[in-house]
């Protein structure tokens, strides 16, 4: 079964950097997909960025040019640079996993999910 561990929430200023990491277990990493997703409050989860087994990537057009996605298949993780954080990247971010060469953009395409870390960006 795969599980799924996101790290490296937190709260930060407008403007700041954050780092967030999932580590990925239970299976092959290199035959999934990896995917971030956000969802804040009152709204629905929505695709942030992903990426598949030999990088290549999706990115919500809302991020492009602040976030950046990258996996790491020899410790398998998965890692989203958050640049230039505005208040409206508040949520609680979830990275998922599907077995495919693709790379998956809607929550429905993803059956493997972990808990979640919340990102707080304070003005």
């Known amino acids: 079964q795969v599980q799924l561990v996101e790290s490296g929430g937190g709260l930060v200023q407008v403007g700041d950097s954050l780092t967030l990491s999932c580590t990925f277990s239970g299976r092959t990493f290199t035959n999934y997909a990896m995917g971030w997703f956000r969802q804040a409050p009152g709204q629905e989860r929505e695709f942030v960025a992903a990426?598949?087994?030999?990088?290549?990537?999706e990115i919500n057009w809302d991020v492009r040019g602040r976030f950046s996605i990258s996996r790491d298949n020899a410790k398998n993780t998965v890692s989203l640079q958050m640049n230039n954080l505005r208040p409206d990247d508040t949520a609680i971010y979830s990275c998922?996993?599907?077995?495919?060469?693709?790379?998956?953009?809607?929550?429905?395409?993803?059956?493997?999910w972990g808990p979640g870390t919340q990102v707080t960006v304070s003005s």
């Open positions: 990426v598949n087994w030999n990088g290549h990537k």
């Open positions: 998922a996993a599907q077995n495919t060469i693709a790379v998956p953009t809607t929550r429905f395409e993803y059956d493997y």
